[in-house]
């Protein structure tokens, strides 16, 4: 199977030096946070991709680059066969590759316009690709794009705060699904929401990937919720993938010591009693990461090379990871 | 209920007056909890298990009210004193662990400031007593270089920094009742369990008693010994952690725990509850459960049940009435 997102070599720098009068007063140099760094993977069609990792760790950033929320600052980021950054006529970017992109947010009280009717929610992305253009074509497709998640017409007359935090997430998903895309980014898209309603979306959107089609990033810290949902898992830390490969592999027998860390740091349902080592430290500053691996502070399994150079992505046990320590 | 018991919550009622009618936020709760004893509230957004937490402090906001029914700490009644003698209590007796350590902490003090302030205020101590205690206190939740970190402000310590203040304030006047609402929340999962390990080992040197309100079952599964799991501001399921988590008796419980995705045992669906929690307003006759119940019958729709016994734990549900 080819791959349907490519991502090669993908970093973005934030300038986030103070302004130009205090570096000239104060002499202070300007600064930059390495958001993400020399991030590379593909997502085959019709699998879901997931991307774990604590806060802060750029995966977020990573689904705003593919969507084009931001611009690499180097790689190339394909989508179908097509890069991201070519432009249309217009100087804008391709509609006809945006229309296949689309993007479910973490917080479904902020994603949807308070003053906007469902309805018009919905339709909007309708509309703003001119899919149809007759209005009871568009009535008809909103009031079917409701029944995909479960939703009825009549609650596109409703406004959004008359919908509970569940409903309200489906209703972006609705909007998501509107344009008939083929590839959805979903940032932490259950973690608003209570764990029965999780349930329901994660069962609605592994139905609509069933019944679509659909290619699916999905970005969580869950680690639960990404091993119920995903075929292929990527762990990021300090904006790079640390290990990456198949659920099975990357959950079943971690390699590298985050992943590690990671899987021990959940809480244990079945208490079964067995002892957890909780971690010591915290992710570091990402405007002054460790020289070396970023993870060398904290893991157990350090060595002499960790924290003199940083190592790469290397194929090992069936999956990618990238510590001195595993290979 | 145990005599032991340095908690009690007996028949608690809460309730908001609107112009639509008086709204029953939490209806008929009822638990204990003993010394040393951490007791997890599990529940979904809306269950009333905050608001439990808030009565118990006497930080409930107006226009909420407790309505009928009674806090006792170590058998004597708190729910109606007077502002300055519940201030005097809260504190003292009773510390606070909130979910976001940002907006717990003053931002324009320093966390020794804070520290101090709160030992001088419960017990009586000079400044550089109440400072030599708050470096102690410090260094128990872990904090490196805590002699240096004293004089820091809130904003130079990380989340999990921070929250580990937040438990050294609540623990500075070695209360004998913690209500910690959401305290691993705002955190990272690895963070999260530096944090959950740290609250459990110092409840268990100090013998505080814990009411630990969560939506997180990973949490309590961690922490409590038991759990009281609320539902629409009832509580529907009371009893150890380990038998509510393996044997839920009550059918919200088995489909709250069928919703958590799990590692080993690998579905293709969870099990979903369908519907939402009824709103305030429109609670249902009868159980609360019963229009989202699989098990539902007749008796449900029309009486309310109470709490039964059902094996080692109790469920305020009808398939277990003899």
Redesign the interface.
């Known amino acids: 199977m080819t791959a349907f997102v490519t991502l090669q070599n993908v970093s973005k720098t934030f300038d986030v030096s103070a302004p130009w009068l205090n570096r000239v007063i104060e002499r202070k140099p300007q600064s930059f946070l390495q958001a993400v760094s020399d991030v590379s993977f593909d997502i085959r069609r019709g699998e879901t991709l997931a991307l774990v990792g604590e806060s802060g760790c750029g995966k977020s950033t990573v689904a705003r680059l593919i969507v084009g929320l931001y611009q690499p600052t180097k790689g190339t980021i394909m989508v179908d066969g097509k890069d991201m950054r070519i432009l249309d006529e217009n100087g804008d970017h391709s509609r006809a590759l945006r229309r296949k992109v689309q993007m479910i947010f973490q917080d479904p009280y902020a994603s949807l316009n308070p003053r906007w009717r469902v309805a018009d929610i919905v339709a909007e992305p309708i509309r703003t690709h001119k899919l149809l253009t007759d209005n009871a074509a568009i009535d008809k497709r909103v009031a079917e794009l409701l029944g995909y998640v479960k939703l009825t017409a009549k609650d596109g007359e409703k406004f959004p705060h008359q919908f509970s935090g569940g409903q309200r997430q489906r209703i972006s998903i609705a909007r998501a699904l509107a344009s008939n895309p083929e590839f959805l980014i979903c940032d932490e898209p259950t973690s608003a929401l209570d764990v029965s309603v999780q349930a329901q979306v994660l069962n609605l959107m592994k139905d609509l990937q069933r019944e679509m089609g659909l290619t699916y990033l999905f970005i969580s810290h869950n680690l639960q919720v990404v091993h119920h949902i995903s075929d292929r898992v990527g762990v990021m830390y300090l904006g790079r993938i640390v290990e990456i490969g198949d659920k099975k592999q990357v959950f079943g027998d971690p390699q590298h010591p985050y992943t590690r860390m990671l899987l021990d740091a959940i809480p244990d349902l079945k208490m079964t009693g067995k002892a957890r080592v909780p971690v010591a430290g915290e992710v570091p500053n990402p405007l002054n990461p460790p020289t070396g691996c970023a993870f060398n502070p904290r893991c157990p399994k350090k060595f002499g090379p960790c924290d003199k150079e940083g190592p790469q992505l290397i194929s090992f046990k069936d999956r990618q990871v990238a510590c001195h320590a595993a290979v | 209920m145990t005599s032991s018991a340095v908690l009690e919550v007996k028949d608690l009622h809460i309730e908001f007056p609107t112009r639509k009618g008086v709204l029953k936020a939490v209806d008929g709760v009822s638990f204990s909890i003993a010394p040393g004893e951490v007791l997890g509230v599990v529940g ?2 809306g269950a009333g298990k905050s608001l439990t937490g808030a009565a118990i402090i006497g930080l409930l906001e107006p226009p909420g009210r407790i309505a009928s029914g009674q806090i006792l700490l170590d058998g004597r009644r708190i729910d109606n004193l007077p502002y300055e003698e519940m201030r005097k209590i809260r504190g003292r007796q009773i510390g606070a662990i909130f979910q976001d350590p940002l907006t717990s902490l003053n931002p324009l003090y320093t966390v020794g400031r804070q520290l101090t302030e709160t030992i001088q205020t419960h017990l009586d101590m000079n400044e550089s007593q109440a400072r030599d205690r708050a470096v102690k206190l410090l260094e128990e939740v872990g904090i490196p270089a805590a002699r240096e970190r004293i004089d820091h402000y809130p904003h130079q310590f ?1 989340g ?2 921070r929250q580990r203040v937040v438990i050294a304030l609540a623990l500075s006047a070695e209360p004998k009742v913690i209500i910690a609402d959401e305290p691993t929340t705002a955190l ?7 944090i ?2 740290l609250l459990k080992r110092l409840c268990r040197d100090h013998g505080t008693a814990v009411m630990l309100v969560t ?5 309590i ?2 922490t409590a010994d038991r759990v009281a799991v609320m539902y629409a501001g009832r509580v529907a399921e009371i009893g150890p ?2 038998e509510v ?2 044997k839920p008796q009550h059918p919200y419980t088995v ?2 725990m ?7 045992t690998h ?8 519907g ?1 929690m009824p709103r305030l307003d429109a609670i249902p006759q009868g159980c609360a459960f019963n229009p989202r119940c699989t098990k539902v019958f007749d008796r449900c729709k029309s009486d309310r049940p109470e709490l039964i016994n059902a094996g080692p734990t109790q469920a305020a549900c009808w398939l277990h009435a003899k």
């Open positions: 979904e957004s990380s999990g920094m990272d999962v690895s963070i999260q369990a530096q959950i390990t939506h997180d079952m990973g949490v599964a961690e952690v380990s988590i393996h489909g709250l069928g919703s958590i995705p799990e590692f080993d579905r293709e669906r969870l099990i979903q509850i369908d939402a």
